[in-house]
């Protein structure tokens, strides 16, 4: 009974950690996005900053998985809560410049991209630790069900970051910034004393993991899901933009709204499912590694044909199902296919997977946006529709206990 409530506390540090990540990383889209708009900054010059400051964490999040491997993942959980709290603090400090008018565009890009770095560098340890710490807490028929939670726990923090976006951005528009940068801190002091290390993972912690980013049993999952970032950071990069020149909506805090409510909308349907339906229904990992595609292809096709912001929104929200799909799908296929002592190593290698497609999407979504407004998600539509035969290919490892 003491393990169970044991486990039960070690997830929901877990989801309260996650959450908070991803507060902070709605923020980014919903408040920087529109800054970086008005304070005149090009869609390019926004995609490039914010793709080059995601290469530490293409380097990071593999180093970070090993690490957990090797020396637990409690450390590194608490590690990365540290860099996400500091990290936010710092880009809110650096934007907070370009308000103030303390420097030129060119400095206020140096000290943007700087401070996300660092945050991407630190920031990356919380997605491996977490999904190797909930493979130790979970049986492998529960796989699916374990990492929906973290991505429910992170769907959760995507419906919050708006809210609180929008609610504090009325003292001041970094001001939520400032707040979820601390509460992030305050959550690594939490992990700190009451995230205990799983006895799974105490175990085996003796076998060294030697597992490769080429692995054949981690490629197919590999593709997929660095290919479903790039479409979901490229069509984020280019929302405010998108919003402004598909609808005609200017004012910035219009704007942020907008794009605001259909990050929310997305966030909710990712929620409902994962955080309630699947724990109900309990799909397999091979069920939603094969479905997610096309109903990612669809979601990208109503919001780049979209006539009004109702239908954006709807939109969004087949995109929030596709995601509902893909997270739990992806990631419990991938820690099925690979051993215990494997499972921070790959969960590293997921992390640098999805970065990859986060530091070509802002370079690719601008660049599309440019030649046409719906480019980006017209190209994401074919892109997957190609994937989804794709992955009818994969062969998932049973789940026997």
Known sequence: ???????????????LGM???????????????????????????????????????????????????????????IIGLLGSGSGTLLVALALQGAISGWYSIVW??????????YYSATGSAIYPASSAYMADVTERSQRAQGMALIGGANSMGSILGPLI??????????F??????????GGAVIAYFFLKEPTRHADTRSKVSTLKFTDPRLRPFLILWSTFFLAFIALNVI???????KFGI???????ATAGWALLTLAVVITVAQGLVFQVFKPSPTLLVKLFGPIYAISFLIIGFAPSVAVLYMGYAVLGLAFAFATPG??????????????GTAGGYLAAANTSGAILGPLIGPFLFQIKPNLPMLAAAGLFAILSIYAFTIKVAKHDD
């Open 176 to 185: 939520p910034m400032y707040i979820i940068g601390f509460m992030t801190l």
């Open 239 to 245: 929302t405010a933009f998108y919003i402004t020149a």
């Open 1 to 15: 009974m003491d393990k169970d409530k044991e486990k039960l506390r070690g997830k929901l540090i877990l989801a």
């Open 108 to 117: 206020i890009g140096f000290a943007f991209g700087l401070s996300r770095a």
């Open 330 to 343: 992806i990631n419990g296929a991938a820690s099925l296919a690979v051993e215990p002592h494997e499972q």
């Open 19 to 77: 959450t908070l990540f991803a507060i902070g990383q709605s923020l980014l889209f919903i408040v920087v996005a529109p800054l970086a708009q008005e304070i005149g900054m090009s869609p390019q010059t926004f995609g490039i900053i914010l793709g080059v400051s995601n290469i530490p964490l293409l380097i990071a999040a593999p180093m970070w998985g090993k690490y957990s491997d090797k020396v637990g993942r409690r450390p590194v959980f």
């Open 165 to 174: 976006g929008g609610g504090l951005a009325a003292f001041s528009l970094l």
């Open 250 to 256: 200017t004012d910035p805090p219009e704007v942020a």
